[in-house]
């Protein structure tokens, strides 16, 4: 009778939270720069062992273990109706450049401490319960945010874009992945697509990234909609030439043309009237990067969200039309203008919100609704799964920086929270 477990059980439910910050600091040692920050890309040296240490963290917790083509990795504990739709929880480990170790790593170790802690309680799942690590959620080497997520999702447009995606070093996706053992053939890709009601429920643990929940003193933060993400490259080109020669009214500097269309996002950002508009040019690269040569040539590359769809596709749109004015007043050319991502922002599901809230009531946690301006593999995953995301807070709200801390506190919290939730969504 599930109401009994959860009686007996709530004192029962403890985390170990020495092994977890030791797993979180001894996963953060992977990395390609220098403690204490983090870099782990998708496919490299660091990323692999960083997947066998996951890998072997599920044997030791019983779970069983596969991986799909593009190295989406599922451990399961399987419930005494195996044959249901399973409820599945998970997040990501790979980090940003100079990034932080808690990023995603929360929500995958978090997720197998959550196992943890329901059977040492004694918990039998009814549907099966899965973790799932999911392959690059950061778009650091591909240019491609929630790759394996969005795969799962059932995305024919990537798998396509696949065939022919190369890094900064031009080396092929299948390359690479082929190099961490993965992708053996290129039309294996559409084989991790997610076969309909493989999950009744996906739920994410994940540091706010935002400084809401510390501010206000509030344990956890219960995610009711992520928002919609957009990226967009694009490139001018002029005549360069010599900085000390060229006279100004014959130049044509691309890097002028970059410098006017990167305050232009901030103006139609800003003028889209609502504080949830957001915009940066994360990248901003010259050619040839020479102090004494006029660029001849820009990349940029923005990054623009917004929790309403529409508002976010008419920034989306100043900003074609910025580029395209600068490069006529420029005399400069836009060679390259590629929408990459435009994706619509995800609800979670009400049931979840139910559970996860029932939880945090039971725990005794302060809790409140938020959306997520960052966005999270759930927001794929909502397409295919009902969703649910749980926030924990993160120092000053820091993310994205070596700085990124939560406590040993507040992810406890968030562990069982996670574990609460996905017993009730297991027993449902
Ligand atoms: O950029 C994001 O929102 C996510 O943290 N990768
Ligand atoms: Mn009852
Ligand atoms: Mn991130
Ligand atoms: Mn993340």
Redo the contacts with the bound molecule.
């Keep these: 009778e599930p109401h009994s477990f959860f009686q007996k059980s709530l004192s029962l439910l403890s985390v170990d939270t020495e092994s977890l910050q030791k797993e979180i600091d001894e996963l953060a040692a992977f990395s390609d720069t220098p403690a204490p920050s983090v870099t782990r890309i998708l496919y490299t040296e660091k990323d692999v062992l960083a997947r066998r240490y996951i890998k072997n963290l599920m044997g030791l917790s019983g779970l069983s273990v596969r991986e799909d083509a593009v190295g989406n990795i599922f451990g399961r504990w399987d419930g005494h109706e195996p044959e249901l739709p399973a409820v599945a929880t998970g997040?990501?480990i790979d980090a940003i450049p100079y990034s932080g170790k808690y990023?995603?790593v929360v929500g995958v170790l978090g997720a197998i401490e959550a196992i943890n802690v329901l059977q040492r309680s004694g918990f039998r799942p009814r549907r099966s319960l899965e973790v799932i690590l999911f392959t690059s959620?950061e778009p650091t080497r591909f240019g491609i945010s929630c790759l394996g997520s969005r795969l799962l999702a059932g995305s024919e447009v990537l798998v396509e874009a696949l065939k022919t995606t190369v890094d900064a070093q031009n080396r092929s996706f299948l390359d690479a992945a082929r190099s961490a053992e993965y992708a053996k053939d290129q039309d294996d890709l559409s084989s991790v697509f997610l076969k309909k009601g493989t999950y009744s429920a996906f739920v994410e643990l994940?540091i706010e990234q935002g400084p809401l929940l510390e501010e206000e003193g509030i344990s956890i933060g219960i995610v009711t909609a992520i928002a919609a993400p957009a990226s967009i490259k694009l490139e001018f080109e002029g005549n360069g030439g010599h900085a000390g020669a060229v006279l100004m009214p014959h130049r044509n500097d691309a890097g002028l043309a970059a410098a006017e269309l990167a305050l232009a996002v901030e103006k139609h950002v800003l003028e889209s009237g609502s504080i949830d508009t957001v915009g940066t040019v994360g990248i901003l690269e010259l050619h040839p990067g020479a102090i004494n040569s006029i660029p001849s040539k820009s990349h940029l590359e923005i990054d623009t969200r917004d929790i309403d769809e529409q508002r976010r596709n008419i920034v989306i749109e100043k900003i074609q039309h910025s580029a395209s004015k600068i490069a006529i007043d420029r005399g400069v050319r836009l060679s390259e203008f590629k929408i990459i991502n435009q994706d619509p922002p995800a609800l979670a599901e009400k049931t979840i919100i139910g559970a996860m809230e029932a939880a945090s009531k039971e725990l005794n946690l302060k809790h409140k609704l938020m959306i997520s301006r960052?966005y999270?593999d759930s927001l794929f995953m909502a397409r295919v799964s009902p969703m649910g995301m749980i926030f924990i807070p993160c120092y000053k709200g820091y993310s994205h920086k070596p700085e990124e801390y939560a406590s040993s506190q507040d992810i406890a919290n968030g562990v069982k929270v996670l574990a609460l939730t996905l017993a009730k969504l297991s027993l449902h």
């Design positions: 997040s990501h990023d995603g959620e994940h960052a999270h």
